[in-house]
């Protein structure tokens, strides 16, 4: 997966240009209060979904897996936004609480277990009444069933990237346990859920 995504910035660089996606405007409404100090957005990339957190005064940390991506989030935030270089696999990269989580089109990239260990360790590092919003890709998208399929709904349609297609049953039985508010369809270049958890004290 790292070589795959360095190829990817290396050829591509600022692929998605610097709009934000739509799920981080639907964050935002989550994430802008008094109360969110900071977001930590795991596969943050060269850092297109920061910039509408930091113009709220958000602190904002990343963790990315390429070194390319990183190169291109400094030219545009400088030393401002700390970012973690390595996989969302080896969280947490830090001892700090956030108060919210943004990890937008990642989750659908790893294998059962990976997925397990990225919401826990995500809602591990959660504040107290702390917010996470996951985004991922749904059974709708037109890829779905194409390619090498190498687990239940998982198939490999581009060589190192492997996607697991979620519905609302799979997001039930992954985030249930983890405060889960709310799973919103969302059309972003692929159809996808907005999946949103809270933490609060009784979840605990």
């Avoid at 050829?11 to 930590?40: C, H, R, T, Y």
């Avoid at 504040?127 to 399929?149: C, H, L, Q, R, W």
Wanted: charged share 25%; with cysteine.
């Amino acid at each position: 997966m790292s070589e795959f995504w360095e190829d990817n910035f290396l050829d591509k660089q600022e692929m998605w240009g610097f709009e934000p996606a739509k799920s981080a405007l639907l964050a935002l409404d989550f994430f802008d209060g008094p109360s969110v100090k900071n977001i930590l957005i795991p596969g943050i990339g060269y850092g297109r979904n920061a910039q509408i957190f930091k113009s709220k005064g958000i602190q904002v940390t990343g963790i990315e897996i390429s070194k390319t991506a990183i190169e291109l989030a400094r030219k545009h935030y400088g030393e401002t936004m700390p970012i973690y270089h390595g996989s969302v696999s080896d969280m947490p990269f830090d001892n700090l609480k956030y108060d919210g989580i943004f990890c937008h089109a990642l989750i659908h990239l790893l294998d059962a277990n990976e997925r397990a260990k990225l919401i826990q360790d995500c809602y591990g590092q959660l504040s107290d009444n702390g917010t996470m919003v996951f985004t991922a890709i749904t059974k709708e998208a037109p890829n779905y069933g194409k390619g090498k399929k190498v687990g239940k709904d998982r198939f490999e349609f581009h060589r190192g990237a492997a996607i697991f297609y979620y519905d609302r049953e799979a997001v039930e039985t992954e985030f249930a346990e983890f405060g889960l508010t709310e799973i919103v369809a969302v059309d972003e270049n692929q159809p996808m859920f907005l999946i949103r958890c809270k933490k609060s004290i009784s979840n605990n």
